[in-house]
DNA sequence: TCACTGACAAGGG
DNA sequence: ACCCTTGCCAGTG
């Protein structure tokens, strides 16, 4: 995996809209390259791109487990809680109805 | 080369 | 909903 590959996940974690988030296997089926890992590694390569947001990617239970390669520890659930989303012990509070998938491109 | 470590996930129990 | 195992694969020492 090299710097084509991160850029793709850059690219389609730009897409996710604001009060929205998606999971790090949601990134890797999308692309049908590399694995959850992978997008998890790609993201850690984005720390200094501020222009990526980064905190709209959860793990597949909701919980924030990006939140501490970010500024600061709390910096995740500051810039989620910003968009409108409510963060309960580390998690997503309504994960299932805030949950937004790059396949959803598709079917429009 | 080997072993271990993760911004992870699916499936079973 | 939680815990455990298995698969995953680039970095690191």
């Known amino acids: 995996m090299g710097a084509a590959y991160i850029e793709q996940v850059h690219d389609v974690t730009r897409l996710v809209p ?3 988030v998606t999971t790090y296997g949601a990134i890797a089926d999308f692309l049908t390259l590399g694995s959850a890992r992978m997008v998890g590694w790609a993201l850690f390569n984005s720390i200094r791109a501020d222009d990526i ?5 959860v793990n597949r239970r909701g919980e924030l487990s990006g939140r501490n390669h970010f500024a600061t520890p709390g910096l995740m659930q500051e810039k989620l809680e910003a968009e409108g989303v409510v963060v309960q012990d580390d998690r997503v509070r309504d994960f299932d109805r805030l949950f937004w998938s790059p396949t959803e491109l598709l079917h429009q």
């Not at 947001?53 to 990617?57: D, E, F, K, L, N």
């Open 53 to 57: 947001p980064a905190h709209r990617v």
């Open 18 to 20: 604001a009060g929205r």
